[in-house]
Nanobody, 130 residues
């Protein structure tokens, strides 16, 4: 079994930065595609970025390209989401997710992506003030 634990959420002003962390524990060898999603109450869960442990180029949602960066520390099995230039419409609950997949299928580009990820963290709130 794999567990994901997110930390790092909080409240920042517009233009500020936050770094979210996702600690992977348990049978970590069972997952090799890590992703970040976010969800606003009443809206669909939105896929932001995904990275494969092979080192393939990460996928990013257009609206976060250039502002958000995903990275991984293999020594500690921790995945990070560095978020810069935050805007009020980035306010959401952010979720870490994981699955086993070939690099080609390691993305969050489709509506099906939410269902494809098999392990989820508990979520962490990010609030961006005007």
């Amino acid at each position: 079994q794999v567990q994901l634990t997110e930390t790092g959420g909080g409240t920042v002003q517009t233009g500020g930065s936050l770094r979210l962390s996702c600690k992977v524990s348990g049978y970590t060898f069972r997952v090799n595609c890590m992703a970040w999603f976010r969800q606003v109450p009443g809206q669909k869960r939105e896929g932001l970025t995904a990275m494969h442990t092979s080192g393939a180029k990460p996928y990013y949602l257009d609206s976060v390209k250039g502002r958000f960066t995903v990275s991984r520390d293999s020594a500690t099995d921790t995945v990070y989401l560095q978020m810069n230039d935050l805007r009020p419409d980035d306010t959401a609950v952010y979720y870490c997710a994981a699955k086993e997949a070939l690099p080609f299928y390691c993305h969050t580009a489709t509506d099906q992506s939410v269902a494809d990820f098999t392990v989820w963290g508990q979520g962490t709130q990010v609030t961006v003030g005007a």
